[in-house]
């Protein structure tokens, strides 16, 4: 494997539990947090770091955020403050991005319903199956 930040090898999905990867997702209501995708809309979800995790940024639930595959990947080195902006600008729906700013401020401090996830896993056998059923409760 090859190395990635801070001299740990890459996992893939693997570097956090399922269960805290689906409450992060629940908590920013099944969505992302810089266009509004959703499941529903057909797109696949990812966990962005704020701060990337080469920059010091953690893997706490407070520095993470539900984005887009498309969204996640075209970030890329950029501030997710200014991302914001790009983002505004593209989808030209009316929201500015200090909107959009302010709502991943107040996502990210939410507290993470790890029990809810946890079962709602368990009734569908995995965090894929779940995703793919749209079922929130």
């Not at 992302?32 to 010091?56: K, S």
């Not at 498309?70 to 501030?79: D, I, M």
């Not at 914001?84 to 993470?112: C, F, M, W």
Request: charged letters at 25%.
């Amino acid at each position: 494997m090859a190395a990635r930040g801070k001299g740990k090898a890459y996992q893939g999905m693997n570097w956090i539990r399922p269960e805290k990867r689906l409450a992060i997702y629940l908590r920013d209501g099944l969505a992302c947090v810089y266009c509004g995708g959703t499941v529903e809309d057909g797109v696949r979800l990812t966990l962005d770091h704020l701060v990337p995790h080469c920059e010091g940024g953690s893997n706490e639930a407070t520095n993470l955020v539900t984005a887009c595959l498309r969204c996640n990947s075209s970030r890329g080195k950029r501030l997710w403050t200014k991302f914001t902006v790009a983002v505004a600008e593209y989808l030209n729906h009316g929201v500015k991005a200090r909107q959009i700013q302010a709502h991943i401020l107040s996502q990210r401090d939410k507290p993470l319903e790890i029990g809810l996830a946890k079962d709602l896993i368990a009734r569908r056998g995995s965090l894929a199956a779940t995703l793919a059923s749209g079922e929130r409760s």
